[in-house]
């Protein structure tokens, strides 16, 4: 061990400001020890550090030097930093033992847990449970720190109820620079268990490991409804017990009691009776998981409800679906057994006969022994036999062959018949059985081989792209004991173009006893769609085999193989809209517009739709994912996340909050943080692509912050995970109170600028106020001080007016929003009754007479803070806003969102509060004309959610839309097309081939404008004959 001494630096640092030195900003204490062992230990009083005084830092600044011994004039020094955190949080309260679900008439049974923050048990302190904010009790808890609680559910009949249990703290008075303690309270959701019949079972569980050779009392509760069963009937209970990783178990059930009591042996009604549970399921969750390319999971069983009305005590009523609600199919398949039911059949199949002898040259399919021919693979002197063929067509080639139901006869067993499919295969059969007296049981799995002496096996790829040519590969086996003549054809189709590759003798080819030959055919798919192409592969005997026994029967065979493959259109999908917030009161509004194609368009790939809707956010509430791109960063998971919060505010406030879109919302809230945490690194920052060691970002993190600290109504969000993001934040600004441009902005907006530190601290400062905070947090106050000083000195970037008008607004400061607006006015185009502003550098974009001109994300970002900026003062010019909003419906595509993350997480947030402060229940007609064709619409209060699609047939062509009545109405025509591949953006990939089963490492460089892609998504196909690694 090192021999030496250790210099230790403790520091905790005080809120000030940038004029004070280093030394007066902190308070500090230092310690020298010497190294026992290389080890060395010390214990710090805290009290120096005031830990109960504001105005600090929650967090120790440890810093430690280690010299070592004996080093002479070469002094050997390594030094070491961390930190500490500090936290004001001096108990959690947590839900234990706890079940996901309720089931009602049966009391709902948990536990309480009060702990300290190092897990200690807090005893003999005073609990609170409330339900849905409701009180329910209070409960003290025991020397381990629990309480049990139960609530009866008799009365209950919500989808979900939410549990939150607090700590009644002590009455005590602190002073206003003090910090006081705080304690986190417990939340838990649960959801309704589903059933039919409205009767229940519940085991009550047992939370502590069993003991061996002990007897245990296991207690089932139920509740019947009467209303479900005849009377005088008989119920009957059946438990099954497993027993993981055992090979076999006993045990007897006293069938006429709700207790089950377990021992070596127990008896069933008046006999002993022995089940035997195998473990031969692996430890995987049965269910949900591909084998071979099938998904093992079960499908619906029940046809859905269909939505039909319901019309009761004079109102309408429509079924909806809880997607929280639990059912008993869900506890079944996470059992260790599986189910399998037969699953619903979308294609007649015709089942093919077994393979029949047809003779040559008969009639009434009898031998014709007037005809011989010669024997193959014979000299001379061979005998004559009857020569015959064995036809097969094969279509249906499944990894899953048979899931079927039968029943069994008296005797218990039942004989099936079915014919095979495919050629040398090995198959793996299982079954299981139910019985009403005994219960359930399963067999062990048997394997099934079967083969065929004459086959023909082909390697097409499953699609293909048109124009697209590929090699077909066709192999064909033969396993009779003699040679055979072969020969292979393609058929020919209309659909595709079929040239042989391989050399052939005469047309055909000979095949040795157990032999095999390829063929390759080269393909070039004409039609777009589902292509069929067959292949016909014929044997006969063949001279050039050796000489072989004469008695047996020599037979041909013909085998057909049809396999199917999909060609789909070249080029890159491209989708315009035209879209119109139209606003009447009483008064006829139209529109009219000219649908045309561009000129490198896809032949037969244009399509089009006309979409009407009562709310603008009506298609963002159908696609709650409003992005056509694939999840994969943290920055695209926030800003949906934090569109969600304002959308759910703004239905809440207007009464269009249904049950449904609450339950689907709340889930996709609860896994979208779920989601968001992968991205957070151990310091509290958030990465936009999580990998160790990854640098935070600080605009990601404060829109996280911002965001899951809107979440908190809707869903648990750990507070310890928020204050350690705050932490983290607040160590990033500088001594001027601004923010440090890191790098990590992803947002092409801001660069460019004069001052990018300014943009990022006003985004900051925005987010610090949407989260809720005020001028009291020193970061918030001193980053204040740095857009002020700023402002002063001269900011002349346009998206800086726009962002520190947007942060200055929310502060409250009138003099310096005004200014900068007046200057945003001034450079706003103005036109058709629209405002909107554009960036200094217009990228040039491309330009359709017919279509309102693409805005850059950058463009449509900056007019979205202008609008924030007006709406948030004290006093909004609500006709100015109206402008801007007219305009930013025009960018909105047709899943409701907009072209980039930073845009939907502004946009979609500003018009749902635009929505909410002007909601009305508007009554319209839309009419919606285009050449030979006219359909029209109702947009009233009751489906202003509704989005309502008609379809386009006249592409290109000219249409017109006329809105009457009262309130606004979203109008939006879609032309979507398949156009050819730009050459703005060249894409080089290097393939090292490899001769072995292994990796191949790709290298690709994008050619193109370094600022006009922040990052790039990249699709790889595989040729169709190579696999990829799972």
């Not at 659909?495 to 095999?516: C, D, F, M, P, W």
């Not at 769609?529 to 050796?546: D, F, H, L, R």
């Not at 979203?970 to 050459?983: D, K």
Request: glycine letters at 6%; hydrophobic letters at 35%; a negative charge.
């Amino acid at each position: 061990p090192v021999q030496g001494k250790t210099q230790i630096r403790v520091c905790r640092e005080y809120f000030s400001s940038s004029n004070c030195e280093k030394n007066d900003n902190e308070i500090c204490e230092q310690f020298i020890a010497q190294l026992e062992n290389g080890c060395v230990s010390q214990i710090v009083n805290t009290e120096v550090f005031q830990l109960y005084r504001s105005g600090l830092f929650m967090t120790f600044h440890v810093a430690v030097i280690v010299t070592e011994s004996g080093t002479g004039n070469y002094c050997m020094q390594i030094s070491e930093k961390t930190s500490v955190f500090i936290t004001q949080l001096l108990g959690t309260v947590n839900f234990e033992n706890m079940d996901t679900f309720y089931r009602r008439g049966i009391s709902y049974f948990g536990t309480l847990k009060f702990s300290d923050p190092n897990n200690v048990p807090m005893v003999n302190k005073l609990l609170q449970l409330e339900l849905n904010d409701e009180f329910i009790g209070n409960y003290t808890t025991d020397e381990n720190g629990e309480a049990q609680f139960s609530i009866d559910t008799s009365d209950i009949f919500d989808p979900q109820f939410n549990l939150k249990a607090t700590y009644v703290r002590p009455k005590s008075c602190y002073l206003p620079s003090w910090l006081t303690p705080q304690y986190l309270d417990a939340h838990f959701l649960v959801s309704r268990f589903y059933s039919r019949t409205n009767s229940f079972l519940k085991i009550v569980p047992e939370p502590k490991q069993l003991e061996c050779n002990q007897q245990k009392v296991v207690t089932v509760h139920y509740s019947l409804n009467s209303e479900a069963y005849e009377d005088d009937s008989n119920v009957k209970f059946f438990y099954l017990v497993s027993l993981s990783h055992s090979q076999s178990f006993q045990y007897m059930i006293e069938s006429q009691s709700v207790l089950v009591t377990f021992s070596a042996l127990f008896q069933l009604m008046q006999s002993l009776f022995l089940i035997f549970v195998y473990n031969m399921v692996p430890s995987i969750e049965p269910y949900g998981y591909f084998y071979h390319g099938l998904n093992l999971d079960d499908g619906k069983e029940d046809p859905c409800i269909p939505q039909r009305d319901m019309f009761y005590s004079g109102l309408y009523y429509t079924p909806v679906s809880n997607y929280g609600d639990g059912d008993i199919y869900n506890i079944v398949r996470s059992l260790p057994i599986s189910i399998y039911r037969k699953p619903e059949v979308c294609v007649m199949e015709r089942r093919l006969p077994l393979p029949k002898l047809l003779y040559l040259e008969t009639e009434n399919y009898g031998p014709m022994h007037s005809v011989p021919s010669r024997i193959a693979c014979r000299g001379e002197n061979a005998d004559y036999v009857e020569q015959a063929i064995i036809q097969t067509v094969r279509t249906n080639f499944p990894e899953t062959w048979m899931w079927d139901l039968v029943s069994v006869d008296s005797s218990g067993s039942a004989n099936l018949s079915f014919l095979i499919p495919d050629t040398i295969t090995q198959w793996e059969a299982s079954g299981f059985c139910v019985n009403g007296d005994i219960g359930f049981g399963i067999s062990s799995t048997t394997t099934l081989e079967v083969s065929q002496p004459f086959f023909t096996e082909i390697a097409s790829p499953f699609s293909v792209v048109q124009n697209e040519q590929f090699d077909l590969i066709v192999n064909v086996f033969s396993y009779p004991n003699t040679c055979v003549e072969i020969s292979v054809q393609v058929e020919e189709s209309q659909n595709y173009e079929a040239n042989i590759h391989t050399l052939k003798i005469n047309g055909s080819e000979v095949i040795q006893a157990g032999g095999r030959k390829t063929n390759v055919w080269t393909i070039i798919p004409k039609k777009l769609g589902k292509v069929n192409i067959t292949v016909v592969a014929e044997s006969k005997q063949s001279s050039a085999g050796p000489n072989e026994g004469m008695e047996q029967q020599k037979l041909n065979w013909k085998d057909t193989v049809v396999q199917s493959f999909l060609v789909e259109p070249e080029g890159i999908e491209k989708e315009r809209t035209q879209s119109f917030l139209i606003c009447t009161e009483g008064a006829k509004a139209s529109k009219q517009g000219v649908l045309d194609l561009p000129n490198d368009v896809v032949e037969g790939s244009a399509r089009g739709f006309f979409t009407v809707v009562g709310d603008i956010l009506g298609l963002a509430m159908q696609n709650l994912v409003v992005l056509q791109m694939p999840y994969g960063s943290g920055e695209q998971n926030a800003a949906l996340l934090a569109s969600d919060t304002y959308v759910l505010d703004y239905l809440k406030s207007t009464e269009q909050l249904t049950e449904e879109v609450q339950s689907k919302a709340f889930f996709l809230l609860s896994n979208g943080y779920q989601r968001q945490l992968s991205f957070k690194n151990s310091d509290g920052s958030y990465s936009v692509f999580w990998h160790q060691s990854q640098k935070g970002s600080i605009w990601l993190s404060a829109l996280t912050f911002k965001t899951l600290e809107r979440m908190k109504k809707y869903v648990f969000i750990d507070e310890n995970v928020q204050k350690q993001t705050l932490i983290w934040l607040s160590s990033q600004q500088k001594t001027s109170g601004c923010f440090k441009n890191d790098g990590q902005l992803f947002n092409h907006a801001w660069e460019g600028g004069d001052k990018e530190d300014i943009s990022l601290t006003a985004y900051v400062v925005g987010m610090f106020f949407e989260a809720g905070l005020n001028f009291t947090f020193p970061a918030l106050q001193n980053a204040l001080f740095c857009l002020e000083a700023a402002l002063d000195s001269g900011v002349t970037n346009g998206y800086n007016h726009a962002i520190l008008a947007y942060a200055f607004a929310l502060a409250g400061k009138e003099k310096q929003v005004e200014s900068l607006l007046q200057t945003l006015d001034q450079s706003a185009p103005k036109l058709n009754n629209v405002i909107y502003w554009e960036r200094e550098r217009k990228p040039k974009t491309e330009e359709f007479p017919s279509f309102i001109p693409w805005a850059p994300s950058a463009q449509t970002e900056k007019s979205c803070y202008v609008l924030l900026a007006v709406i948030s003062r004290k006093i909004p010019d609500l006709t100015y806003a109206s402008k801007i909003v007219q305009w930013l419906a025009q960018r909105m595509n047709s899943h409701g969102g907009f072209s980039s993350n930073q845009v939907i997480n502004v946009g979609l947030i500003l018009i749902a509060i635009w929505e909410e402060g002007l909601f009305s229940k508007n009554q319209n007609i839309v009419t919606f004309s285009s050449e030979g064709s006219s359909e029209i619409f109702q947009v009233n209060g009751h489906n202003r959610l509704l989005v309502q699609h008609s379809e386009v047939t006249q592409a290109p062509g000219q249409y017109t839309v006329d809105v009457e009545g009262h309130g606004c109405t979203f109008i939006q025509v879609t032309e979507i097309c398949l156009r050819g591949i730009s050459m703005g953006l060249q894409l080089s990939l290097q393939n090292i081939h490899l001769i072995f089963f292994g990796c191949i490492p790709r290298n690709g460089i994008v050619f193109g404008r370094a600022d006009s892609f922040p990052f790039s998504v990249e699709q790889s196909n595989l040729v169709f004959n190579i696999q990829p690694a799972p």
